[in-house]
């Protein structure tokens, strides 16, 4: 029997977290994670360095790492000078680095977990939301069975549990509006329907929501600007081989 949290009726999905990802099996899946891993991706591919995603920033990174010649982004709070962490802002600052591995417990390991499952996996943030959908529009129209699905990543309470991120629901939003396909399902409209309701109030919305005024607290109001350019970047990271680089 079919799942009925599968959105297998519909051509476009948008579920949250990993066990959505699990749930809502897409041939393509948009992970978004806007405040930081996926705005961070684009950044980064902005600047032509290669992401590695990693579940862990552990002693099992380091080696990772070490495999691929990367630089390891280290914690927002941990980055000196040179270093490079989830902020957006110490990517742009980077120089001389071709290969980043970047840990983050909720983007960088649903896009590891959806990769292993075989889907093509791209990174979405509100940077790259037109760029992205006309991508994936270009595959829709040359594979009419194509799925699709958005998922996005959230955040965690302290207990572990997901907390849905009303940022993650407006990138997954902004891109499923942009969207040439029939057939989306009713969690995804839901999905554009948020984005559209706030599209002419950003960044100033992104600033007020839970996620902006939690970095804003600790000090990082320049990673909310950033992750607030809507539609800036041209690229669309594409996660191959372990790896996240710009679509060709």
Excluded at 6 to 26: C, I, L, N, S, T
Excluded at 191 to 212: I, M, R, T
């Amino acid at each position: 029997m079919t799942s009925p949290y599968a959105q297998d009726e519909y051509r476009v999905g948008f579920d949250w977290g990993p066990v959505g990802a699990k749930v809502v099996a897409g041939n393509l899946v948009a992970v978004v994670d806007v405040l930081s891993f996926t705005t961070a991706v684009t950044v980064a591919v902005d600047q032509g360095i290669d992401v590695y995603p990693y579940r862990w920033r552990d002693e099992t990174a380091v080696a990772y790492a070490k495999q691929y010649d990367a630089q390891l982004a280290v914690g927002r709070s941990d980055a000196g000078p040179g270093d490079i962490s989830l902020s957006p802002v110490t990517i742009r600052q980077a120089h001389g680095v071709e290969r980043l591995v970047l840990p983050s417990p909720n983007g960088s390991t649903i896009s590891q977990q959806l990769s292993d499952s075989g889907a093509t996996v791209i990174a979405v943030s509100l940077r790259n939301r037109s760029a992205a959908a006309a991508w994936v529009n270009e595959r829709c129209a040359e594979e009419p069975d194509l799925k699709v699905v958005a998922i996005a990543a959230g955040e965690r309470w302290t207990d572990g549990s997901l907390r849905p991120a009303v940022e993650d629901l407006w990138g997954a939003g902004g891109f499923l509006s942009a969207l040439q396909v029939d057939g989306l399902s009713p969690e995804a409209r839901a999905a554009v329907a948020a984005y559209e309701a706030v599209a002419d109030e950003l960044p100033a919305l992104l600033y007020d929501c839970a996620g902006g005024r939690e970095l804003t607290q600790y000090g990082y109001p320049d990673d909310v600007a950033i992750a607030a350019e809507v539609d800036t970047s041209q690229f669309v990271p594409v996660l191959r081989d372990g790896k996240m680089s710009a679509s060709t």
